[in-house]
């Protein structure tokens, strides 16, 4: 009997553990309409290396809860990807973002210290983004 209860106590523990720790894996999704801030100035190409930039937004509408600035660091991959002249200062864009890279790989981001200003308790990668005309 007693040994029964010791395995039945550490299968709850296991079961415990491994549902905390799929809710904290989860990724969450969001959805920002923002207008650029700063000029941006983009990092070099994606190539041999994967690389990222962080572009400041002011929100205009969003569904982020609890985010109290009115301005917004996102992370986008490879933004040569957009073509010349797609990231113009005081342009509107919808941003789909998530609070995960999606990849498995590291991304080098050249200007991170922007990012770092922010009281973000994680980083945002865009998913997609569409300039507003």
């Not at 985010?67 to 991959?77: F, L």
């Not at 991304?107 to 922007?114: A, E, G």
Request: charge should be positive.
């Amino acid at each position: 009997m007693k040994n029964t209860l010791v395995h039945l106590s550490i299968i709850f523990l296991l079961i415990t553990s491994l549902s905390f720790s799929t809710r904290e894996n989860k990724v969450r999704k969001y959805e920002i309409t923002g207008k650029i801030i700063n000029e941006v100035i983009l990092s070099p190409g994606c190539g041999y290396l994967a690389q990222a930039t962080v572009i400041e937004f002011e929100i205009i509408n969003s569904n982020l809860k609890n985010y109290p600035d009115k301005n917004i660091p996102i992370i986008i991959q490879c933004p040569e990807f957009y073509g010349d002249c797609f990231f113009e200062k005081n342009k509107t864009y919808t941003l789909h973002v998530m609070d995960k890279s999606g990849t498995d790989f590291g991304w080098t981001i050249t200007n991170l210290s922007v990012q770092k200003k922010y009281n973000l308790e994680k980083k945002l990668w865009t998913i997609s983004i569409k300039k507003e005309e």
